[in-house]
């Protein structure tokens, strides 16, 4: 069995892979938010809203910030380029498959139209 030995996209797939750190990421996108504010927005406690938030820290998708008790959330560095770019080989690689098998399909489709006229002939 062939492994993929490269795992530096397991933190972001892991990350994003979760709706409410997907939901997360789009409150952050519209201003940054203490951990108690998101656990009130998705109606979740602190440690569980804590967790999703250090999932989103260890991919470099949130950074925090704590000033006396509050710990602020916004947006991180990652701006998921590579991942992007590793979608879209996959994305292309597919598209070129489907295409093939239209064609095969089109294919088909004449050499069933033609041999049904001919039999009625």
Request: charge should be neutral.
């Amino acid at each position: 069995m062939v492994q993929y030995l490269d795992n530096r996209f397991d933190a972001s797939f892991t990350a994003l892979s979760d709706a409410t750190r997907r939901g997360i990421l789009e409150q952050l996108g519209r201003s940054d938010a203490s951990v108690t504010d998101l656990a009130g927005t998705f109606q979740m406690t602190l440690t569980g809203m804590k967790k999703h938030v250090d999932v989103l820290v260890r991919a470099g998708l949130v950074t925090t910030e704590k000033v006396g008790r509050v710990r602020t959330c916004r947006l991180g560095l990652s701006r998921l380029e590579e991942e992007i770019a590793w979608i879209e080989r996959y994305r292309q690689l597919w598209a070129a498959r489907f295409d093939a098998l239209d064609t095969v399909i089109e294919d088909l489709k004449q050499q069933e139209n033609a041999g049904g006229r001919n039999d009625g002939k």
